[in-house]
């Protein structure tokens, strides 16, 4: 009789303990980063927000999900139109960390020129309620949404100009800085869900108002 599936199983093992130890490193991390936000307040595109504290029942959250133009510390950059009518009153799940094991509410999206932004809705449970502790202090000041690049994608502002002349003019003529090392990503992009982050890829990403 085949023993191999032994070893399968202590493989198996083996990645799931390995999962369990980048967890708990990831919240170890998390919990030392927390000191480093006190009451943090967050902008919204440059201008000072007022941000109040949560109530205790009905809470919302609302900011900016994501921008057009910039370029985000990942070196990525959305070009004009990438949100586009598809990404408008959607409404899509909102997570803490990107982690689709901690759902903590739900986010309606919304397109307003250059700026996707959310208006979230946090949940009556207790993953949400640490979640609005989190924004209480300061310590979880941003969001990050989860998308899929479903149009174009240019490695480097030659490839944009080369493939597409007349979008690479629009990017520019709105301030989109040309960079051979950005990759640049046309509509339509599938946002899939928001999550709420204390350092966002994208640096304008901020929580502006709690209500």
Not at 14 to 26: F, K, S, T
Not at 41 to 47: C, D, K, M, N, S
Not at 175 to 202: C, H, K, Q, W
Request: with cysteine.
């Amino acid at each position: 009789m085949s023993t191999a599936w032994l070893g399968e199983l202590e493989r198996g093992r083996g990645y799931q303990e390995w999962v369990q130890r980048e967890l708990a490193r990831l919240e170890a991390e998390l919990e030392d980063l927390r000191p480093r936000f006190p009451r943090r307040r967050a902008l919204q595109l440059g201008e000072p927000a007022t941000v109040r504290q949560i109530a205790s029942a009905g809470d919302v959250i609302r900011g900016v999900a994501s921008t057009i133009g910039n370029i985000d510390r990942s070196l990525r950059a959305m070009l004009p139109g990438a949100f586009g009518p598809q990404a408008s009153q959607r409404r899509v799940p909102c997570l803490a960390f990107h982690r689709d094991d901690r759902p903590v509410g739900s986010s309606l999206l919304t397109v307003d020129g250059r700026t996707l932004k959310h208006e979230t809705r946090l949940a009556q449970t207790a993953a949400a309620e640490e979640a609005r502790e989190w924004v209480r202090s300061g310590g979880v000041p941003a969001t990050s949404i989860g998308w899929l690049p479903d149009g174009p994608v240019y490695f480097g502002w030659a490839a944009l100009e080369r493939a597409d002349p007349r979008l690479a003019a629009q990017a520019a003529a709105m301030g989109t800085v040309a960079r051979g090392d950005v990759t640049y990503f046309a509509a339509p992009l599938d946002v899939v869900e928001l999550s709420l982050v204390p350092i966002p890829a994208n640096p304008l990403a901020l929580i502006a108002a709690e209500d």
